[in-house]
Nanobody, 121 residues
Framework: QVQLVESGGGLVQAGGSLRLSCAASGSIFSIAAMGWHCQAPGKQRTLVAHITSGGRLNYADSVKGRFTISRDNAKNTVYLQMNNLKPEDTGVYYC???????????????WGQGTQVTVSS
C-alpha cells in the first residue's frame, strides 16, 4: 500500500502565504505524477496543480502566478507554495500520487487525508 501524508495547512489572512508538503511512502516502485486538489465547502474537488516525474507542470488558471508546485523525487515529496492567498482559495487541499508499486503493475492513484487551508479577508 501507499500512504500520503500532507502538512502545512492553516489559517492565514488574505495576501499571506502557506507552503504545503506531501510525502509518499510504502510500496512504491515509481511515481509518475503528483498533484494538489482543493475541495471548497459545498463544491467538488478540483485540480490546483500537477507535476509529472519529468517535471511537466499544470496549474489551474485561478492560481497561475501565485502558486508554485515542486517535487523532490528522492524524497517522494511534493510541495505547493501558495502566495498572495485569497479567500476563494479556502478549502481542504488533497495531495495525490500516481504510483506504480512494482515494475509490472499498472499505475494507481492514491490520495492523502487532506489539510485545511482557510484564508480570511
Amino acid at each position: 500500500q501507499v500512504q500520503l501524508v500532507e502538512s502545512g495547512g492553516g489559517l492565514v489572512q488574505a495576501g499571506g502565504s502557506l507552503r504545503l508538503s506531501c510525502a509518499a511512502s510504502g510500496s512504491i516502485f515509481s511515481i509518475a505524477a503528483m498533484g494538489w486538489h482543493c475541495q471548497a465547502p459545498g463544491k467538488q474537488r478540483t485540480l490546483v496543480a500537477h507535476i509529472t516525474s519529468g517535471g511537466r507542470l499544470n496549474y489551474a488558471d485561478s492560481v497561475k502566478g501565485r502558486f508554485t508546485i515542486s517535487r523532490d523525487n528522492a524524497k517522494n515529496t511534493v510541495y505547493l507554495q501558495m502566495n498572495n492567498l485569497k479567500p476563494e482559495d479556502t478549502g481542504v487541499y488533497y495531495c495525490n500520487a500516481v504510483v506504480r508499486t512494482t515494475s509490472w503493475s499498472d499505475l494507481s492513484n492514491y490520495w492523502g487525508q487532506g489539510t485545511q487551508v482557510t484564508v480570511s479577508s
